[in-house]
Antibody, heavy 114, light 106 residues
Framework: QVQLVESGGGLVKPGGSLRLSCAASGFTFSDYYMSWIRQAPGKGLEWVSYISSSGSTIYYADSVKGRFTISRDNAKNSLYLQMNSLRAEDTAVYYC???????WGQGTLVTVSS | SYELTQPSSVSVSPGQTARITCSGDVLAKKYARWFQQKPGQAPVLVIYKDSERPSGIPERFSGSSSGTTVTLTISGAQVEDEADYYCYSAADNNRVFGGGTKLTVL
């Protein structure tokens, strides 16, 4: 079954860190570029980060640049998002997506609150 | 960075045609995608490359482009099409979503 499953969300204090994972199955993960996209409660979609199929090209939204790091392990069919120096405004459901939206996971909720 | 602008809401009666616009300078040179999102669900791609429809998406969904504006058209909108719709485009090292349009079919 072709799917993406995110994990690693939770409650974290401002200034804290969290690492999200996205497990891919049912397709050749190493063939596809991947993205992280988030959605704050009651708000619209916001693109966060992009990584090419090999991992050699990476982009970030200005809002997370210098704090978040995207990576992938093609041998483990997994995508990651290391989030440091978290802020209240980072509170959102985080989705991983293949091919900039052809396939989405169900999302994982990150809440940044004291 | 760049921006994509959508109306916040559109309302139609069942069977009518719904049109949702998305405007931005980047659209003059880059393709747009459209996503549908229903409450509590992940988004679904409904249009790519301005006007292409993925398999499994009903034919009533279509897209068009003119200059710096792209339009999602739902011909004969149905109650189940009620959702939030987002346009999206990518250029160089930037990707951006429009603010989203809430479509009401009532």
């Amino acid at each position: 079954q072709v799917q993406l499953v995110e994990s690693g969300g939770g409650l974290v204090k401002p200034g804290g860190s969290l690492r999200l994972s996205c497990a891919a199955s049912g397709f050749t993960f190493s063939d596809y570029y991947m993205s992280w996209i988030r959605q704050a409660p009651g708000k619209g979609l916001e693109w966060v980060s992009y990584i090419s199929s090999s991992g050699s090209t990476i982009y970030y939204a200005d809002s997370v640049k210098g704090r978040f790091t995207i990576s992938r392990d093609n041998a483990k069919n997994s995508l990651y998002l290391q989030m440091n120096s978290l802020r209240a405004e980072d509170t959102a459901v985080y989705y991983c997506a293949r091919d900039e939206g052809w396939l989405w996971g169900q999302g994982t909720l990150v809440t940044v609150s004291s | 960075s760049y921006e994509l602008t959508q109306p916040s809401s559109v309302s139609v009666s069942p069977g009518q045609t719904a049109r949702i616009t998305c405007s931005g300078d980047v659209l003059a040179k880059k393709y747009a995608r459209w996503f549908q999102q229903k409450p509590g669900q992940a988004p679904v791609l409904v249009i790519y490359k301005d006007s292409e429809r993925p398999s499994g998406i009903p034919e009533r969904f279509s897209g068009s482009s003119s200059g710096t504006t792209v339009t999602l058209t739902i011909s004969g909108a149905q109650v189940e099409d009620e959702a939030d719709y987002y346009c999206y485009s990518a250029a160089d090292n930037n990707r951006v979503f429009g603010g989203g349009t809430k479509l009401t079919v009532l």
